[in-house]
């Protein structure tokens, strides 16, 4: 049994103020027993506080990327130590954006993964397309490759305290959600690929979606067998929208 996660991607959004106007929010709202895992990832700067702001509460925190070094001169970076030290218990990783915008590369990614796991922090492996994979029938290619380099370079066994992502570059922040057959289908492929190298590690991973996840289309996309939950942005900024999004994990 998988248990699923609604995961929060802010982004850089927010303030310290909307911070914990969202958080108090979020706390009020959380149902006793949530179906699923339920994280926040804040900007880098504002961990510590919002680590504090959920303390003993269940929602939990991860970062939105990390340096693959473990420490030294990498002016700018944030290693996984640092992120563990200040409450983090997750990562995302190769999140589209960091792909495409800051040209980090398949191999980078996968040292990410590597240097998440060292520190016991749980990494997220975002994967996706773009539009123009997609339409040249390339979307397993690319999906195939992104998670292949991180098998390599971690070993299947990794997935044994790993989670993956997938999200669709062409759904993301665009309104444009992948049906919830697009992401089946996507998802299933994944959890084969991952069943290649070892069953019983590919049934037990978990497999989120993200791209454009809403209140209104969160149920029939968590209902689909190999979704295991949502990687959410723009929608986790609203606290009635994000409970929402959580509470259609649980009508699974
Ligand atoms: P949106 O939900 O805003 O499309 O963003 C998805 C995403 O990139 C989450 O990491």
Redesign the pocket.
């Known amino acids: 049994m998988r248990r699923p996660i609604v995961a929060g ?1 802010w ?1 850089m959004h927010g303030s310290r103020a909307d911070n914990a106007r969202l958080v108090e929010e979020l706390i009020a709202g959380h149902p006793d027993r949530a179906a699923a895992e339920f994280l926040v990832l804040p900007p880098f700067v504002y961990l510590q506080e919002v680590g504090r702001l959920i303390r003993d509460t269940p929602i939990q925190m991860g970062a939105q990327n990390v340096c693959a070094e473990a420490q030294g001169a990498f002016t700018g970076e944030v290693s996984a130590a640092m992120l563990k030290d200040v409450g983090c218990g997750y990562v ?1 990783v190769g ?3 960091r792909r495409w915008i800051y040209h980090e590369d398949d191999q980078l990614v996968a040292r990410k993964f590597a240097a998440a796991q060292s520190k016991a922090l749980v990494p997220i492996l ?1 994967v996706g397309e773009h539009l123009w994979d997609r339409e040249n029938g390339r979307t397993e290619e690319v999906v195939a490759r992104q998670l292949d380099v991180v098998l390599e370079l971690c070993g299947v066994e990794a997935l044994n305290s790993g989670i993956i ?1 997938y ?1 669709p570059i062409w ?4 309104g444009r959600t992948a049906t919830p057959e697009q992401a089946q289908a996507v998802h299933a492929f994944i959890r084969e690929r991952i069943a290649g190298r070892d069953a019983k590690i590919a049934a037990a991973t978990r497999v989120l979606y ?4 809403k209140a209104s289309n969160a149920a029939e996309l968590f209902a689909q067998p190999d979704v295991d939950g949502g ?6 900024l609203n606290a009635e929208e994000f409970l929402a999004i959580l509470a259609a994990c649980g009508s699974r």
Do not use: D, M
């Open positions: 991607n982004k995302l999140h589209s954006e975002c992502a999200e759904a993301i922040g665009t993200g791209g454009s996840v990687l959410i942005g723009g929608a986790s």
